[in-house]
């Protein structure tokens, strides 16, 4: 299959065979403009051949010995449906039953003697969704009745083709309930009254012995709310567990990477360090701790600190295998340090000032007008000298740096501007080995009693820090850690093996956790951190 220049598509039918595994041609197909699911085949009725839907040209019939495919709009009976036109139409040998622009669902019932449709889609009063009509036809009386009206989901639109697959035939000998033959060990047996017939139905519920029901996760759900804080649900369906109850929330690292936490009854297939077989959500996750009772999975990026509050609730502990897996994941992170730029005005009684050779004033307003209308990456593709980057909740920013939200460009995150010039950088990145690294880094208090945190720099970035302040005094040096703004430093004095970080936002948590977060990432001997001494922040 391929696109011709025509932007229609191009295909070869082939044929398969299953024994020997050769695959030969039987024809060339027209062009065509495919819509979603499309192309598809429809399974012929007993003795008739295979019919094959080309997007807008409508049904082919395949003519396997002959190596062609014909035109062909009957679907079974003396029904067709004419796909394609402006004006698609069903139609009972020549009497026309319905006509619109798209017949989203039909279906013919397998003794071809009626056909039931999706009729006269249109917008209802609630937020324009679709509502429509589906109706019968009777191939030996002729009538036509409509039998419901229903809702249709809200990405559906009237340029979808029919998908002929959510009306279905089904007699009552199909509903006769039955039990499965070897039904798994754990599932309960329960009664209930069917809906058809006199035979009692067998319904087989799948629940471990050690599953819990969504009823029992509720008091575990209001402690995690009222201890751990966030949003956090219980789910019978749609958590990402094909069977399976859960309790789910998303939490906030303190740099600014949500992470999602779920909570399930356990299964004896969990594995600590994989995702559960049983989870088919599109989030990353993996279990970090399990038992007979609860699994408990999280994201790769998440907060020893967070979790291990949250295991605790469950009554199980962080395993060892979770742990190495997210330090191989943490590894990757990173610190840099970038010059920040200030207007060039400045703000009275600012301490910082403008950076030599900065951007004017008209460059700064170009920055700003690309940003609000492209984004922060917008720059970097152009290759400015200055670039956007975001800044964490502990950052503290306000005039005369350059900052999105006083400069009107609103985005989800206030963006901050800053040197991307080499000789007012010392960047890190994520490249192994690193460039430079940090020999220690411990958590501190300032003069006035403040948590800090400190940072002691390798004689590489020493030497290069050096250079960079000494060469912008009173400049703003701004701390990144993956690519995002912790606090921004004004430049009182030249700096070399030593950078001190406070703010009104630090405390004596968010320091254990950015202390944590560097020794993972910024040492040579991972996962190391030295006990809190006391240090002057202006020393």
């Known amino acids: 299959m391929y696109a011709a220049e025509s932007g229609r598509t191009e295909m070869i039918l082939a044929r398969v065979d299953m024994e020997s595994g050769l695959m030969t041609d039987v024809a060339q197909l027209p062009q065509f403009e495919p819509q979603i699911g499309e192309p598809f085949f429809r399974v012929p009725n007993a003795g008739k051949v295979p019919s094959l839907v080309l997007g807008s040209l409508g049904q082919y019939r395949i003519d396997v010995p002959a190596g062609r495919v014909v035109q062909d709009d009957g679907i079974g009976g003396g029904y067709s449906y004419r796909r394609g036109v402006s004006a698609e139409e069903l139609l009972f040998r020549d009497t026309l039953l319905d006509s619109g622009r798209a017949i989203p669902e039909l279906a013919v019932s397998p003794d071809q003697s009626r056909i039931v449709w999706q009729a006269r889609p249109h917008k209802g009063p609630s937020r324009g969704a679709y509502t429509s009509e589906i109706r019968v036809h009777d191939a030996a009386s002729g009538e036509t009745r409509t039998v419901a009206t229903e809702g249709i989901p809200g990405g559906w639109d009237e340029r979808h083709r029919s998908f002929e697959g959510n009306l279905l035939w089904i007699s009552t000998q199909d509903l006769k309930p039955g039990s499965p033959a070897n039904p798994l060990p754990w599932w309960k047996r329960f009664s209930h009254k069917p809906h058809v017939g006199d035979t009692p139905a067998l319904v087989m519920a799948g629940e471990s012995p050690a599953a819990a029901s969504a009823d ?45 936490y779920l909570i399930a009854p356990a299964t004896k297939d969990d594995e600590v360090g994989k995702s559960p077989k049983d989870y088919e959500g599109s989030i990353a996750l993996e279990v970090i701790a399990t038992d007979n009772r609860y699994t408990v999975c999280a994201g790769p990026s998440y907060e020893p600190e967070v979790a291990t509050q949250v295991l605790s609730i469950a009554g199980l502990t962080l395993s060892k295998e979770a742990e190495q897996h997210r330090l191989r994941h943490s590894a990757a992170d990173w610190l840099d340090f970038r010059l920040a730029v200030t207007e060039q005005s400045g703000a009275a009684g600012s301490k910082s000032v403008p950076l ?143 950078v001190v970080l406070s703010g009104k936002a630090f405390d004596k948590a968010l320091v254990a956790r950015i202390v944590r977060s560097l020794s993972e990432c910024m040492m040579e001997q991972r996962g190391t951190t030295e006990k809190q001494t006391r240090t002057d922040a202006q020393d």
């Not at 575990?220 to 567990?241: D, I, M, N, P, Y």
């Not at 307003?365 to 970097?380: C, I, M, Q, S, V």
């Not at 920013?397 to 350059?402: A, E, G, I």
């Open 216 to 260: 029992t996760l509720e008091p575990l759900r209001e402690r995690l709310q009222k201890e751990v804080g966030g949003q956090w649900r219980v789910w019978t369906s749609r958590a990402g567990f094909t069977r399976r109850p859960a309790i789910s929330a998303t939490l906030p690292t303190w740099f600014n990477v949500t992470v999602p």
């Open 356 to 498: 030599a050779n900065g951007p004017s004033l008209t460059q700064i307003e170009d920055y700003t007008k690309l940003f609000a209308e492209k984004g922060p990456n917008a720059g970097r593709q152009r290759g400015d000298p200055y670039v956007w980057f975001p800044r964490l909740d502990c950052c503290e920013v306000r005039p005369p740096l350059v900052t999105t939200s006083n400069r009107r460009a609103p985005y989800d995150r206030p963006h901050v501007l800053l040197s991307d010039k080499p000789e007012q950088v010392l960047l890190c990145g994520s490249k192994r080995p690193r460039p430079w690294s940090l020999k220690r880094v411990q958590a501190g208090e300032d003069a006035a009693g403040q948590p800090v945190v400190v940072m002691e720099l390798d004689a590489v970035a020493a030497e290069h820090m050096a250079k960079l302040t000494s060469s912008n005094p009173g400049c703003a040096l701004a701390v990144l850690f993956n690519n995002s703004v912790v606090q921004v430093i004004v430049l009182e004095s030249k700096l070399s093996d030593r």
